[in-house]
Nanobody
Framework: QVQLTESGGGLVQAGDSLRLSCAAS????????MAWFRQAPGKEREFVAA????????YYADSVKGRFTISGDKSKNTVYLQMNSLKPEDTAVYYC????????????????????WGQGTQVTIPS
């Protein structure tokens, strides 16, 4: 059974940094895209970043480009989201996700591409 477990969220001030972790179990993830999404109160879930193990290819939403970095550690089956220069608008529940099968790079940003989701971790940046 595939399981994704996020950690690392918290309450920080604007301009601070956080690193989220997503530990995966239940299969080998080295050939599957791993992604982060977030959902703020009253808003739809939105894409944040995606990581493809082959070639360590990354893909970011425009709103986080240059501030967030997604990376992976194969030995730990874990994907990270390093978040710098945090803003109040980054406040959300952050979810890790992975698909059942390989997906084209162009579908990485769409939540319907993903079959497995973690429980989420809250990130709060007060204004």
């Amino acid at each position: 059974q595939v399981q994704l477990t996020e950690s690392g969220g918290g309450l920080v001030q604007a301009g601070d940094s956080l690193r989220l972790s997503c530990a995966a179990s239940g299969r080998s993830f080295s050939t599957y895209t791993m992604a982060w999404f977030r959902q703020a109160p009253g808003k739809e879930r939105e894409f944040v970043a995606a990581f493809r193990w082959t070639g360590a290819i990354t893909y970011y939403a425009d709103s986080v480009k240059g501030r967030f970095t997604i990376s992976g550690d194969k030995s730990k089956n874990t994907v990270y989201l390093q978040m710098n220069s945090l803003k109040p608008e980054d406040t959300a529940v952050y979810y890790c996700a992975t698909p059942k099968d390989r997906i084209p790079y162009g579908r990485s940003r769409y939540d319907y591409s993903y079959d497995y989701w973690g429980q989420g971790t809250q990130v709060t940046i007060p204004s």
